[in-house]
């Protein structure tokens, strides 16, 4: 996987689906800052290290160029996946997060990207990221995104 990947691309290399509607030659963003795709969110670690920790006990599995199913949807149909090439990117769900929103971490020496059959793909730049869960205000409350 480069840096200059199309959607195509990344979904002959990973094997993965996307909806017939999205743009196949389309260049995917890479991009080192926040970035949301549906319910979920990317954030870098430093910008929420105090809320977002990786647990000493945490175990951490290599990304493979398959990819590593983050969560899926509400109804249990499509999936976040986050795929990488082979020994750059690694993740754990051994978090705690005192928002109770965390999925995860990962750290990646390349690029990295976050698939999904509705919204494509998104890449992030090397460093290490927590993937939460959104949530919304749905009149008075917070509410859990659901996609």
Same mark, same amino acid.
């Given at each position: *996987?480069?840096?200059?990947?199309?959607?195509?691309?990344?979904? %002959?290399? %990973?094997? $993965?689906?996307?909806? +017939?509607? $999205?743009?196949?030659?389309?260049? /995917? &963003?890479?991009?080192?800052?926040?970035?949301?795709?549906? +319910?979920? /969110?990317?954030?870098?670690? &430093?910008?929420?290290?105090?809320? !977002? #920790? !990786?647990?000493?006990?945490?175990?951490?599995?290599?990304?493979?160029?398959? @990819?590593?199913?983050?969560?899926? =949807?509400?109804?249990?149909?499509? &999936?976040? %996946?986050?795929?990488?090439?082979?020994?750059?990117?690694?993740?754990?769900?051994?978090?705690?997060? =005192?928002?109770?929103?965390?999925?995860?971490?990962?750290? %990646?020496?390349?690029?990295?990207? $976050? *698939?999904? &059959?509705?919204?494509?793909? =998104?890449?992030?730049?090397?460093?290490?990221?927590?993937?939460? #869960?959104?949530?919304?205000?749905?009149? @008075?409350?917070?509410?859990?995104?659901? +996609?």
């Amino acid at each position: *996987m480069t840096e200059a990947e199309t959607l195509a691309s990344l979904l %002959t290399k %990973t094997d $993965l689906a996307a909806l +017939d509607h $999205l743009e196949r030659s389309a260049v /995917i &963003p890479v991009v080192a800052g926040l970035q949301a795709q549906g +319910d979920l /969110i990317v954030v870098p670690l &430093p910008m929420i290290a105090d809320s !977002v #920790r !990786v647990r000493r006990d945490a175990g951490w599995r290599e990304v493979p160029a398959t @990819g590593v199913e983050l969560l899926r =949807s509400a109804a249990g149909g499509n &999936p976040h %996946t986050l795929v990488a090439e082979p020994d750059t990117c690694w993740w754990t769900a051994g978090v705690s997060d =005192s928002v109770g929103l965390a999925l995860g971490v990962f750290e %990646t020496s390349g690029v990295a990207y $976050l *698939m999904h &059959p509705e919204h494509g793909a =998104s890449g992030c730049a090397p460093g290490s990221y927590a993937v939460r #869960r959104q949530r919304e205000r749905d009149g @008075g409350r917070m509410r859990v995104v659901a +996609d």
